[in-house]
């Protein structure tokens, strides 16, 4: 099967890396944990521009923590055959009329550094051209059968099967299929992933997908 997996929230761990940040650059906040994280743009727990400020520091992308489970999960996806595509979205400044000004940052070297580092140096086959860049998902549709992603909007522009990545600020969301709870830290989510894969294996939604 086709798979398009998500990095940051899914293999990465963005949340963990908002947390850090946050306490160093705003000591004066309350400490907090991931499961205080109820929107998906922090603006629950960080005042305008201080998400920005937060993803323009030095390596941060790249120094991101892997989730448990991922590289080991992923491993056997790719062993089993399946197709596996890596799909993340570049973090963007919206000024004035134009949609996209600039990156921020140095995020597309730190993610592509990332992967590199904890996806190709730890799965045999997988290679850099397995990471896609992108500005938004929409793309996607009719050219997978399976999507793993945290952010519900993705998931809504998927015309296959979507499975969210259980996280605090997605917990009400019922539109697709849940793995993990809310910011577990362990396996859980990545082996209940792998359960339903293997389950779904042989399925095809759309025999017309695109290559």
């Known amino acids: 099967m086709k798979l398009a997996i998500d990095m940051d929230g899914v293999m990465a761990d963005f949340v963990g890396g ?28 960080l005042k305008y521009g201080q998400l920005m400020k937060i993803m323009s520091m030095p390596n941060f992308f790249y120094n991101l923590d892997v989730i448990p489970g991922a590289i080991e999960c992923l491993s056997k996806l790719h062993g089993d055959g399946h197709k596996l595509s890596f799909i993340t979205k570049l973090p963007v400044y919206h000024e004035g009329n134009f949609l996209y000004d600039s990156i921020i940052g140095n995020s597309a070297s730190d993610k592509y550094r990332w992967f590199n580092k904890y996806i190709v140096a730890h799965i045999p086959g997988i290679t850099q051209k397995d990471l896609i860049f992108c500005f938004d998902k929409s793309w996607i549709a009719g050219r997978f059968d399976i999507m793993l992603d945290d952010d519900t909007r993705n ?32 396996a859980m989510p990545w082996k209940e992933f792998y359960s339903f894969v293997s389950r779904m294996r042989g399925t095809r939604l759309y025999d017309n997908r695109s290559n």
Do not use: H
């Not at 015309?159 to 910011?183: C, H, I, M, P, Q």
């Open 155 to 186: 998931l809504e522009l998927f015309d296959g099967l979507r499975v969210l990545f259980g996280t605090s600020y997605n917990k009400e969301y019922v539109d697709a299929f849940r793995v993990g709870s809310v910011n577990q830290k362990n």
């Open 18 to 45: 908002i947390l850090r940040w946050r306490k160093i650059l705003y000591p004066w906040y309350d400490d907090i944990t991931a499961e205080n994280v109820t929107s998906y743009n922090f603006s629950d727990i």
